[in-house]
Structures are given as C-alpha cells and as structure tokens.
C-alpha cells in the first residue's frame, strides 16, 4: 500500500521559518516527480513546488527565492524549506509523488499557520 506521511507544520510568526518533510512508502516504481501543493480555508488547492527526477525545480511564483524544495531518492523523501513566511503562507500543505505512466499519490497534509 502506498502511504506518503508529511510532518514538520506548525504555528510559526511571520518571518519565521519551517521545514516540511514527506517520506514515501510502498511505491515499487521509479518516482518521476515530486511535489508540494497547499490549500488554505475556502480556496483550492495549489502547486508550491515540483521537483523532478533530474532535479529541475518550479515554483510557484508567490514562494520564490523564498522556499526551496529537495528530495532524496535514496530514501524516497522530500523536503520543503520554508523561509520567511508570511501569514498568506497559511494553509494545508500536501505532498505527491508521481511514478510512470502518471500515476499520481498524495498525502493527507500537515497544517502550517502563520501567525502572530
């Protein structure tokens, strides 16, 4: 069964820094790609971030030079380094996995709220 668990939300200040974390578990196949998504109260979820398996990265443009997503394939992880967060960054944050032929696998989220 495959399980991917996010861990590291939490209640930060603004300007503060978080890192999220996503192990994979049960996948046999290769990982194409990974990526972070967030979804705030009321609104859709969101691509933050994307890596792929040659380690080319995207951003959403709202995050950039301000968040930075790596993966170790070696351990089928990736992460998500927050800096600077803003109460904007506010949300549910989910990773995905995608493996051939675009096959798409998501976690149940980790909460990150920015707050004062």
């Known amino acids: 069964q495959v399980q991917l668990v996010e861990s590291g939300g939490g209640l930060v200040q603004p300007g503060g820094s978080l890192r999220l974390s996503c192990v994979v578990s049960g996948i046999s196949f290769s990982i194409n790609e990974m990526g972070w998504y967030r979804q705030a109260p009321g609104k859709q979820r969101d691509m933050v971030a994307r890596i792929f398996i040659g380690g080319t990265t995207i951003y959403e443009d709202s995050v950039k030079g301000r968040f930075t997503i790596s993966r170790d394939g070696a351990k089928n992880m990736a992460y998500l380094q927050m800096n600077s967060l803003k109460p904007d960054d506010t949300a549910v944050y989910y990773c995905?996995?995608?493996?051939?032929?675009?096959?798409?696998?998501w976690g149940k989220g980790t909460l990150v709220t920015v707050s004062s």
């Open positions: 995905k996995a995608t493996t051939a032929p675009d096959i798409h696998y």
